[in-house]
C-alpha cells in the first residue's frame, strides 16, 4: 500500500500568509517575527515563490502613486490611493482578507515567545536560498548555518559553520553586518561570499565592497595596496583569508588583498550550481571537498598519492564517477568498507 502523500498547501492561504509577512517586513520585524518568518519560507519551497511573486506585483501597483492625469482635473483617487488601500487589490479575491486575519491572529499566537535568535542550516549535501526579511537573500552551502540578528540600527548575520553567499539589499541606514569567528563584514548593498576554514576565515566580493573588521578591537584586517586612500575595503573581483590564529595576539592583523580572475571566481561559486571545479589542486584538497558535501567519505591511504595534482569538474554528490576516474586514469585502487572509500595507489 503506497504511503499517503502530505496534502498540499491551500494557494489562497499561502497567498494570504504572504501577504501578511510582507506588511510585517515593511513595518519591521521583531526577531522572533524574523525567526517564524524564515520557519515558514523553510517549511515550502512554494512560500518563498509566493513572497517573490506578491512582492513584485506590490511593487509595480506602488509606482502608481506618482501617476497624475494631464489637466486640472483631480487625480482618481485608486492612483492616490494609501499604501496598505492599494495593496488590498492584489489578492486576487476578496475573501482571502479574511484568511490574513486569521493568519495574523495565528502569528500574534506564534509571536508570544521572544528572546530566541532564527536559525537556518543546512545538513551534509544540503544547500538552502532564504529570502530575509529585508530582500536580502542568503544561498548556504552544504553543512553551514547562520543565526539571524535584526535590529532598528543594523541587520546581523552570524556564519556559525560552513559557507554562505550573500546578496545584500542596500539600506544605508542599516549596516548589513556578517561575523564568522572573530572576523566580521560590514556592507550596505553588495554581495559576497564567506566560508569558515577551521583556521581561517575566508570573505570573496562578487558585487560592490565590503569592510573586513575584527569582531573585537574594530579595526580593519585589510592591508590596503598604497594607491588607494581612506579605509580599506574589499572590492568587487577581490579575495582575503584571514589567519584565525594571527588574531589570537595583541598586535593588530593586517591580511593582504588578492585578485581574483573572472573565471576563478566562477570556480569559488560553483557550489551554488551543485558543482566541485578544480585547477590544479593536490588531491587531498580535492577529497577534502568531496567529504564536505557526501556522507560517504574517501580517505587516501597513500601519502604520495595525496600530494598528485588534479584539475577537473564534477557534481558535488559525484563522488563515485571521481573514484572511477581515478581507477582508470590514475592508477589508483579503491577499497570499501562501510561509509568510508580507502584510496591507494597501485602497486
Known amino acids: 500500500m503506497s504511503a499517503e502523500r502530505a496534502p498540499l498547501p491551500d494557494p489562497e492561504e499561502t497567498e494570504a500568509t504572504a501577504a501578511v509577512w510582507l506588511s510585517l517586513r515593511d513595518r519591521g520585524m521583531s526577531e522572533g517575527e524574523t525567526a517564524e518568518f524564515m520557519r515558514w519560507l523553510q517549511d515550502s519551497p512554494r512560500h518563498g515563490q509566493m513572497v517573490a511573486e506578491l512582492d513584485r506585483v506590490w511593487r509595480d501597483v506602488d509606482r502608481l502613486g506618482v501617476i497624475r492625469p494631464d489637466g486640472p482635473q483631480a487625480p482618481h483617487p485608486d492612483l492616490l490611493a494609501p499604501r496598505a488601500r492599494v495593496r488590498a487589490g492584489r489578492i486576487r479575491r476578496a475573501a482571502a482578507w479574511g484568511a490574513i486575519a486569521a493568519a495574523a ?124 586612500l581612506g579605509t580599506p575595503v574589499l572590492e568587487r573581483g577581490e579575495r582575503v583569508r584571514v589567519p584565525l590564529a594571527a588574531m589570537e595576539s595583541s598586535a593588530s592583523t593586517a591580511v593582504p588583498i588578492s585578485e581574483v580572475a573572472a573565471v576563478d571566481v566562477q570556480r569559488a561559486l560553483a557550489w551554488q550550481e551543485r558543482r566541485l571545479e578544480f585547477d590544479d589542486a593536490p588531491l587531498h584538497e580535492v577529497v577534502a571537498e568531496f567529504n564536505r558535501y557526501n556522507q560517504i567519505k574517501l580517505v587516501l591511504t597513500d601519502p604520495g598519492l595525496a600530494r598528485r595534482r588534479f584539475s577537473g569538474t564534477f557534481r558535488a554528490d559525484g563522488y563515485e564517477p571521481f573514484v572511477r576516474l581515478l581507477e582508470e586514469n590514475f592508477e589508483v585502487v579503491s577499497d570499501r568498507s562501510g561509509q568510508e572509500i580507502f584510496l591507494g595507489a597501485r602497486r
Open 105 to 228: 491572529v495565528l502569528m500574534v499566537a506564534w509571536f508570544g515567545w521572544q528572546g530566541r535568535v532564527p536559525v537556518a542550516e543546512t545538513a551534509v549535501g544540503a544547500f538552502q536560498k532564504l529570502d530575509l526579511p529585508d530582500g536580502s537573500v542568503v544561498q548556504l552551502n552544504t553543512d553551514s548555518a547562520i543565526k539571524v540578528r535584526f535590529s532598528e540600527a543594523e541587520r546581523r548575520v552570524e556564519l556559525v559553520r560552513g559557507e554562505a553567499h550573500f546578496d545584500v539589499a542596500k539600506n544605508p541606514a542599516r549596516p548589513f553586518l556578517v561575523s564568522a569567528d572573530k572576523v566580521t563584514v560590514r556592507a550596505v548593498g553588495t554581495a559576497f561570499n564567506v566560508r569558515l576554514w577551521p583556521e581561517s576565515v575566508e570573505i570573496l566580493v562578487t558585487e560592490g565592497r565590503v569592510q573586513v573588521n575584527d569582531s573585537v578591537r574594530g579595526d580593519t584586517l585589510l592591508a590596503a595596496p598604497p594607491e588607494r
